[in-house]
């Protein structure tokens, strides 16, 4: 199955703002409010920051933030700081009945 | 604090059964939870493999549904993956992970598998 689409990389600078896009479709992003975004530092499990497009589970700070706009669902990292440097993937239900991930993205702080 | 551990076998011939168990403490198998498997290959993004709900209802990925199984054992609070017909594709790091609402909330640590003769 397709996987949702982001891009490759963003980068900002320590303290600035930064949002990370995944563009998906009315069969997925566009249907569920089943959409999480994830943190991966190398080497290490993903971590869950946002669920259900908005919510933080315990522990993580507000600085992230989920949004969603028709298909396509957004990350924003707030006040960027030097651990936030790492790949971030987005992940949403679909009628097929299973999740897809998107293709990655890769923030680096300037 | 819940804590979930992958292990199994590091090496898997081609061809053959891939069987993984996840190891889960500190969480119950009946509050209505859903446990999902997730791969990464090298340098790779990450896979849904599929999840199990703790009546045992399963999801697969459709591209790995004819050859995946994932079945649980509440008595030993563990869960496990199957995967028949292996190929080099398959090599990968393998996730487990406790369901948070619909996303995948906790995670073990992972565990690598080489598919190799």
């Known amino acids: 199955q397709s996987a949702l689409t982001q891009p490759a990389s963003v980068s900002g600078s320590l303290g600035q703002s930064i949002t990370i896009s995944c563009i998906g479709t009315?069969?997925?992003?566009?249907?569920?409010?089943?959409v999480s975004w994830y943190q991966q530092h190398p080497g290490k499990a993903p971590k869950l920051l946002i669920y259900d497009f908005v919510h933080r589970p315990s522990g993580i700070p507000d600085r992230f933030s989920g949004s969603r706009s028709g298909n396509t669902a957004f990350l924003t990292i707030s006040g960027l700081q030097p651990d936030d440097e790492a790949d971030y993937y987005c992940n949403s239900f679909k009628t097929t009945n299973s999740y897809v991930f998107g293709t990655g993205t890769k923030v680096i702080v300037l | 604090q819940v804590q979930l551990q992958e292990s199994g076998p590091g090496l898997v011939k081609p061809s053959g059964t891939l069987s993984l168990t996840c190891a889960v403490s500190g969480a119950s198998f009946s509050s209505n939870t859903f446990w999902s498997w997730v791969r990464q290959a090298p340098e790779r993004g990450l896979e849904w493999v599929g999840e199990i709900s703790d009546s045992g209802s399963t999801k697969y990925n459709p591209s790995l549904r004819s050859r995946v199984t994932i079945s649980l054992d509440k008595s030993k609070s563990q869960f496990f993956l199957n995967i028949r017909s292996v190929t080099a594709a398959d090599t990968a790091m393998y996730y487990c992970?406790?369901?948070?609402?619909?996303?995948?909330?906790?995670w073990g640590p992972g565990t690598f598998v080489t598919v190799s003769s």
């Open positions: 009315s069969s997925d992003i566009g249907s569920y409010h089943c």
């Open positions: 992970a406790r369901h948070l609402s619909c996303a995948q909330g906790d």
